[in-house]
Antibody
Framework: EVQLLESGGDFVQPGGSLRLSCAASGFTFSNYAMTWVRQAPGKGLEWVSSISDSGGKTYYADSVKGRFTISRDNSKNTLYLQMTDLGAEDTAIYFC?????????????????WGQGTLVSVSS | DIQMTQSPSSLSASVGDRVTISCRASQGISNYLAWYQQKPGQVPKLLIYAASTLHSGASSRFSGSGSGTDFTLTISSLQPEDVATYFCQKYDTVPWTFGQGTKVEIK
C-alpha cells in the first residue's frame, strides 16, 4: 500500500524558514517523480514544486522560485521542501504527491497518491 | 503561462441528475488534462487522466471528454457521496496548473 506521510509543518513568523519532509513507502520511491502541492485554507490547489526520480531535475512555481528548494534522498525514501523567507501568502496545507507513472515517454505530471498534508501557518 | 478556468464555481443538483463541469485552457494542451475529486476534509483523489481515461478505482459514473482547450467532467447520475470540490489540472508543460475548483452540492 502506497503511503505518503508529511511532517515539519509549524507556526512561523514572517521571514522565517521551515523544512518539510515526506516519508514514502509501498512503492519504489526512486522510480517516481514527486511533487509538493499546497492548499490555502478554504482555497484551491496550487502546484508548488516537483523533482525528477533521480533528483537531477527540479521545477518551481514562480510564487516560490528562489525561496523554496525541493530535494529528495532516495536512500531514505524521503522528499523534502526547504522553505525560506516565508510570508503570509505561504500559509497552507502542503501535500506531497506521487507521479502517476514512471514512464518517461508520458509528458508532464499528474498525481495518483497524496499524503494527508502538513499545515504551515505564517503569522506574526 | 496557460490559465485553467473552471465553470461553474459551484452548483447544486438533485440526486440522480446528470452534472457537467467545464474546464477551459487559455491555450491548447492536447489531452494532457486530469480531474481530481476532493471531498470535505479529505485529500484530492485522481479521477481521470488523459482527459478521458478513468483512473483505477474511480466510479464509472464519472467520465471526461475534450481536447485542446475545452474539457468536460460529467457525473452521469449524481449521488450523495459525490459531494465534493472537483479540480482540473493541466500537465503538458510546467507550470502544472490547477483550475480554481467547482463545488458540487446536493439540492
Amino acid at each position: 500500500e502506497v503511503q505518503l506521510l508529511e511532517s515539519g509543518g509549524d507556526f512561523v513568523q514572517p521571514g522565517g524558514s521551515l523544512r518539510l519532509s515526506c516519508a514514502a513507502s509501498g512503492f519504489t520511491f526512486s522510480n517516481y517523480a514527486m511533487t509538493w502541492v499546497r492548499q490555502a485554507p478554504g482555497k484551491g490547489l496550487e502546484w508548488v514544486s516537483s523533482i525528477s526520480d533521480s533528483g537531477g531535475k527540479t521545477y518551481y512555481a514562480d510564487s516560490v522560485k528562489g525561496r523554496f528548494t525541493i530535494s529528495r534522498d532516495n536512500s531514505k525514501n524521503t522528499l523534502y521542501l526547504q522553505m525560506t523567507d516565508l510570508g503570509a501568502e505561504d500559509t497552507a496545507i502542503y501535500f506531497c504527491a506521487k507521479r502517476h507513472t514512471n514512464n518517461a515517454l508520458v509528458p508532464g505530471n499528474y498525481f495518483d497518491y497524496w499524503g494527508q498534508g502538513t499545515l504551515v501557518s505564517v503569522s506574526s | 503561462d496557460i490559465q485553467m478556468t473552471q465553470s461553474p464555481s459551484s452548483l447544486s443538483a438533485s440526486v440522480g441528475d446528470r452534472v457537467t463541469i467545464s474546464c477551459r485552457a487559455s491555450q491548447g494542451i492536447s489531452n494532457y488534462l486530469a480531474w481530481y475529486q476532493q471531498k470535505p476534509g479529505q485529500v484530492p483523489k485522481l479521477l481521470i487522466y488523459a482527459a478521458s481515461t478513468l483512473h483505477s478505482g474511480a466510479s464509472s459514473r464519472f467520465s471526461g471528454s475534450g481536447s485542446g482547450t475545452d474539457f468536460t467532467l460529467t457525473i452521469s447520475s449524481l449521488q450523495p457521496e459525490d459531494v465534493a470540490t472537483y479540480f482540473c489540472q493541466k500537465y503538458d508543460t510546467v507550470p502544472w496548473t490547477f483550475g480554481q475548483g467547482t463545488k458540487v452540492e446536493i439540492k
